[in-house]
């Protein structure tokens, strides 16, 4: 079965400061990953994804994230935070060819001026 | 183009009762699926439709259903409510295209069981 760990449900940052969201897999089998944001009272929207191209994959709002196989990781990162960047942020896991996700427990980003 | 939509946004419902929510998709997209949103257990898939069909199911009671019209537009159903059943009741959306097929979420449905 595959799983999702985020180590940190909070992380606090200065305005200006690197953004770093971790993220863990386990999956049997080389995954889809996904990060996925969260602002309050809304749904989600999609960062950025991994599906075997780049390991290296830029998303929107200047997110970017790196898939390490040898590390199962599949961090989440940003040079400069934003005061706009305070959300909640998802990471996700589904096997190729099916659009089931399983999430991680999410991290809070609080982003301090 | 339009988003997901997702109504009623705000439910109040007691315990014993249904619910029914509704989920309109991205035009286009054919496959609709429906995750529970509470603050003890996360993000949880409840089930995928595509063509009318449930693909995917996860691990919840079958309480819980759900159904995919022709116009892909999709319901859930809710039956016999249990205070445990207040969550935030999430639509995506998605094309079947390879490459294309990421998710789209809706605002999602709060339901909150007196």
């Known amino acids: 079965a595959q799983s999702v760990t985020q180590l940190g449900s909070h992380v606090s940052v200065s305005e200006g400061a690197l953004v770093l969201l971790r993220c863990n897999y386990s999956?049997?089998?080389?995954?889809?990953l996904f990060w996925y944001v969260q602002y309050p009272n809304q749904g989600l929207q999609l960062l950025l994804k991994?599906?075997?191209?780049?390991?290296l994959v830029k998303g929107i709002n200047g997110f970017e994230a790196e898939f390490k196989k040898s590390e199962t990781s599949f961090h989440l990162t940003k040079p400069s935070a934003h005061m706009s960047d305070a959300a909640e942020y998802f990471c996700?896991?589904?096997?190729?060819?099916?659009?089931?996700?399983?999430f991680g427990s999410g991290t809070r980003l609080q982003v301090q001026p | 183009k339009a988003g997901v939509t997702q109504t009623p946004r705000y439910l109040i419902k007691t315990r014993g009762q249904q619910v029914t929510l509704s989920c309109s998709p991205i035009?286009?997209?054919?496959?609709v699926s429906w995750y529970q949103q509470t603050p003890g257990q996360g993000l949880q898939f409840l089930f995928e439709?595509?063509?009318?069909?449930?693909?995917n199911k996860g691990n919840f009671p079958g309480r819980f259903s759900g159904r995919q019209f022709s116009n892909s537009r999709s319901e859930m159903n809710v039956s016999t409510l249990e205070l445990g059943d207040s969550a935030l009741y999430l639509c995506?959306?998605?094309?079947?295209?390879?490459?294309?097929?990421?998710?789209?979420f809706g605002p999602g449905t709060r339901l909150t069981v007196l």
């Open positions: 999956s049997s089998v080389p995954p889809y």
């Open positions: 995506a959306s998605s094309s079947v295209d390879r490459g294309r097929d990421e998710q789209f």
């Open positions: 439709y595509f063509s009318e069909t449930q693909r």
């Open positions: 035009s286009g997209h054919r496959s």
């Open positions: 991994y599906t075997s191209a780049a390991t």
């Open positions: 996700a896991v589904s096997d190729r060819g099916r659009r089931a996700l399983t």
